[in-house]
């Protein structure tokens, strides 16, 4: 409005206000006060966005600082669930194309357990020597035929969400690259249809993965070729030989494919923690608590990739933090994926002697969660005996108790000879697929952290 203004109305207007010179004309007048204005202009902008960064820094230095870390699959991304799980309300449509993706893969996986069974070796399908309609070799070749396009999908989709990845069971999104936003952005096909239609301005060409990439319907349509897939017999017992460990393994959901392949399948919070799908590098999350002692406190949470090649990137974020939240699942007879030939457990124990003694993080609290508890339980119960993988555990009990209060003496004793000055050494144990518990328990940290920062901050 205000480069509109008649300069005949206003006296400020007038020439010896716009600095006009003798000679000059009213058109040139008129230019350089345009030219005046446009400077002001830019010249407030970039001051706002100073006092913005301004703000932003000093929002920033008032939050409470979080890092997360732990090895891959320590269950990094269900602690930030437990820990603020409104924010992961926007994240539905995203994690329902993990869970499709999570269901390819241990297909894959099947289908694979049932060629090496049946064709070793073999590039193509010999002649069957099995002819009964309902033996594995022909659930194989024709669940290869129908759920072909699958793995088309699976591909395209690989390609534009984590374009590191060529399989499904391997598949990492690249930390702050927007991956999520991809999927939350308008004109997104995997919104139900309802919600389609609140999308303000939403056409069809904006759509950035096309619904030619979406696997709801292949799924849907082929669901009772998955589920009698699954239910057989005999790629049960092929499957319990070659990959004992599917059912356990993470992002399984060959259970659920009833509930899933549905054309209106929206994401359980127990779907997105079991979920699975790597990090690599690091992410800040912003996150507003809502309710609580801590309501309105804002937490900025620092996600990592766990994998040993990610590690290197974690030190340029040990900055300012307040706190570490450190998940070392005992998974004492497990090993790295990415090393087999690595104790999982050693390794979170390495990983802990490092954190310790950083002097970086010299003043940041240390809360050890000893996560995946069930797993341990289930571990135990199954008779898998502690001191045939770690031998210093000698004749002690093999139960939950016993095994737990060892490694937390472990891990205390370290933390007291590594950390460079003296800290309190706090220790949760935790099952965070049990999102209920998980978020009590993640409470009384949260108010404990709080009280810690306000007083530091002189606040109380
Ligand atoms: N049984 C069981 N599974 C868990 C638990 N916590 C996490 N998981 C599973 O373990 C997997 C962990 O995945 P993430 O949270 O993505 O792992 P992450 O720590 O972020 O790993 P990276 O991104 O590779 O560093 C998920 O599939 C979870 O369902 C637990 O307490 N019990
Ligand atoms: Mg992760």
């Given at each position: 409005m205000a480069d509109h203004l008649s300069f005949s109305i206003n006296p400020f207007q007038q020439a010896k206000w716009t600095g006009a010179k003798p000679n000059e004309t009213e058109q040139e007048t008129q230019a350089r006060v345009q030219q005046m204005k446009a400077a002001l202009n830019e010249s407030r902008r970039i001051d706002q966005q100073l006092q913005e960064g301004r703000k932003t820094l000093e929002r920033r230095k008032k939050a409470i600082k979080i890092l997360l870390l732990g090895q891959s699959e320590s269950g990094k991304v269900n602690f930030q669930l437990a820990f603020a799980p409104r924010h992961f309300e926007r994240e539905r449509p995203v994690w329902k194309i993990i869970v499709q993706l999570n269901i390819i893969g241990t297909i894959k996986t099947i289908l694979d357990a049932l060629k090496e069974e049946y064709e070793p070796g073999e590039e193509y399908p010999a002649t069957p020597t099995d002819a009964s309609p309902k033996s594995a070799l022909r659930v194989l070749r024709k669940m290869r035929l129908c759920l072909s396009p699958l793995f088309f999908i699976e591909t395209n989709l690989l390609r534009i969400l984590a374009p590191d990845s060529l399989d499904s069971r391997d598949m990492a999104v690249r930390a702050g690259h927007g991956w999520k936003e991809l999927l939350r952005a308008k004109g997104n096909p995997f919104v139900t249809d309802s919600e389609r239609e609140t999308q303000p301005g939403h056409r069809r060409s904006e759509t950035l993965i096309s619904s030619e990439n979406d696997p709801s319907s292949i799924l849907v349509a082929q669901r009772d070729e998955i589920i009698a897939l699954w239910d057989n017999p005999s790629?049960?017992?092929?499957?319990?030989?070659?990959?004992?460990?599917?059912?356990?393994?993470?992002?399984?959901?060959?259970?659920?494919?009833?509930?899933?392949?549905?054309?209106?399948?929206?994401?359980?919070?127990?779907?997105?923690?079991?979920?699975?799908?790597?990090?690599?590098?690091?992410?800040?999350?912003?996150?507003?608590?809502?309710?609580?002692?801590?309501a309105n406190v804002e937490y900025y949470i620092t996600d990592v990739g766990g994998g040993r090649h990610q590690r290197a990137s974690w030190a340029p974020f040990f900055d300012d933090v307040q706190a570490i939240m450190f998940l070392a699942p005992l998974a004492f007879n497990q090993t790295?994926?990415?090393?087999?030939?690595?104790?999982?457990?050693?390794?979170?124990?390495?990983?802990?002697?490092?954190?310790?003694?950083?002097?970086?993080?010299?003043?940041?609290?240390?809360?050890?969660?000893?996560?995946?508890?069930?797993?341990?339980?289930?571990?135990?119960?199954?008779?898998?005996?502690?001191?045939?993988?770690?031998?210093?555990?000698?004749?002690?009990?093999?139960?939950?108790?016993?095994?737990?209060?060892?490694?937390?003496?472990?891990?205390?004793?370290?933390?007291?000879?590594?950390?460079?000055?003296?800290?309190?050494?706090?220790?949760?144990?935790?099952s965070a697929i049990h999102i209920r518990s998980m978020s009590v328990v993640l409470i009384g940290v949260r108010e404990s952290l709080l009280r810690q920062h306000l007083r530091e901050g002189d606040i109380i």
């Open positions: 790629v049960r017992e092929i499957l319990k030989r070659r990959r004992p460990q599917l059912q356990d393994s993470p992002g399984f959901f060959m259970d659920d494919i009833a509930r899933i392949a549905t054309h209106d399948y929206v994401p359980s919070d127990q779907d997105i923690i079991k979920a699975r799908i790597r990090t690599m590098g690091v992410e800040e999350y912003r996150f507003v608590v809502e309710k609580g002692q801590d790295l994926e990415e090393d087999s030939r690595v104790n999982r457990l050693e390794d979170s124990v390495q990983l802990w002697k490092d954190i310790c003694s950083n002097k970086l993080l010299a003043n940041a609290n240390l809360i050890l969660f000893f996560n995946k508890k069930d797993v341990l339980t289930a571990t135990l119960a199954s008779g898998v005996q502690v001191k045939k993988y770690v031998p210093t555990y000698g004749d002690l009990p093999n139960d939950v108790p016993s095994v737990t209060k060892y490694f937390k003496d472990k891990f205390r004793a370290y933390h007291r000879k590594f950390s460079p000055q003296s800290r309190p050494f706090l220790c949760y144990e935790t």
